[in-house]
């Protein structure tokens, strides 16, 4: 498949309506990974990319002759197990055929995230990356059309003018069907996941960009004293710490920090809560730092993990 440089704006929207998609030559050479191997699938899909110098855009018009019975439930991101229509995008960025990044969507926008590794040896759906995609259902079908940023694959630089060749997969799940159908030939019996993957070729001078990340974060520091014996421990010091930290430096940029008067504090108070509408920012579990007496609230798949120690987990 060959991606073609996007000629105007990309609306993410679902609707695949610019001329730039329409210019885009489809691919719709899916065949069945399930339940009938190597056969045609019972409906079509096809598949279009983009890309300008900030991200590429998959577009996939995915035939249904029967609309109304598409299965799109409503879930949490990252969810696994529920009964639903599914398009998986794959991106192995690297060209290893061992690593590759799964971008899965349902047809009510559900997102789901996970970095493949070791060719099928294992998911890691602790990975969260920053992506848009929109999905519509209509008379046809339903279709899905995403962004992937850049930022969020990792690729090294080549020579001004050098095609990058790239691993790519599509793969659509049918529920009420039991059906698996992929653009680039793959059956459950196969040694390999990553390395079936086809190639997606025509990316030219595009940037190799600059990954900086910035997390809040929030810190806290209690000293207490002993008082009266006949009364509760007084608070004599409260000081919370907040500001942006550097994920490059590991250093904090503008901390600020702010006193609690210890009248105000009670065996209830919460000295810091948040609710994040981004769902790879939800804190989850505790730790202690290894560097000061800081109870820190992390999650349990958040970014604050390094990619290279990922666990493995196994995704159905």
Request: proline share 7%; aromatic share 8%.
């Amino acid at each position: 498949m060959r991606a073609s440089r996007a000629t105007g704006a990309i609306n993410i929207d679902g609707k695949l309506n610019e001329p730039s998609w329409a210019a885009a030559v489809p691919s719709g050479d899916f065949t069945q990974s399930y339940p009938k191997v190597g056969a045609k699938p019972t409906d079509p899909t096809e598949v279009r990319v983009l890309y300008d110098d900030d991200a590429l855009y998959v577009g996939v018009r995915m035939f249904d002759a029967r609309p109304d019975s598409i299965a799109a439930q409503l879930a949490r991101r990252d969810v696994t197990g529920i009964y639903s229509d599914w398009l998986h995008v794959m991106v192995d960025s690297y060209r290893d055929r061992r690593t590759s990044f799964r971008f899965s969507v349902n047809p009510r926008g559900v997102q789901k995230d996970v970095l493949e590794f070791d060719d099928n040896k294992g998911e890691d759906l602790n990975w969260d990356a920053v992506w848009e995609v929109a999905t519509s259902i209509d008379s046809a079908g339903w279709t899905a059309e995403y962004r992937i940023p850049f930022s969020q694959l990792r690729f090294g630089n080549v020579p001004s003018g050098v095609e990058r060749i790239w691993g790519f997969q599509v793969m659509r799940d049918i529920a009420r069907r039991n059906e698996r159908d992929s653009w680039s030939p793959w059956k459950q019996t196969d040694p390999g996941f990553v390395s079936f993957e086809g190639d997606l070729g025509g990316i030219v001078d595009i940037p190799t960009p600059r990954r900086l990340e910035l997390m809040p974060y929030v810190s806290g520091k209690l000293t207490r004293a002993p008082g009266d014996p006949a009364k509760r421990e007084q608070i004599s010091n409260t000081v919370c710490r907040w500001g942006l930290h550097s994920r490059l430096r590991s250093i904090p940029i503008s901390v600020r920090s702010k006193s609690i008067p210890p009248s105000s504090i009670s065996p209830r108070t919460k000295l810091f809560s948040r609710r994040n509408a981004h769902s790879s920012l939800r804190a989850r579990t505790s730790s202690i730092s290894a560097s000061s007496a800081v109870v820190l609230l992390t999650g349990v798949n958040r970014s604050f993990i390094p990619e290279e120690s990922a666990d493995r987990h196994s995704v159905s």
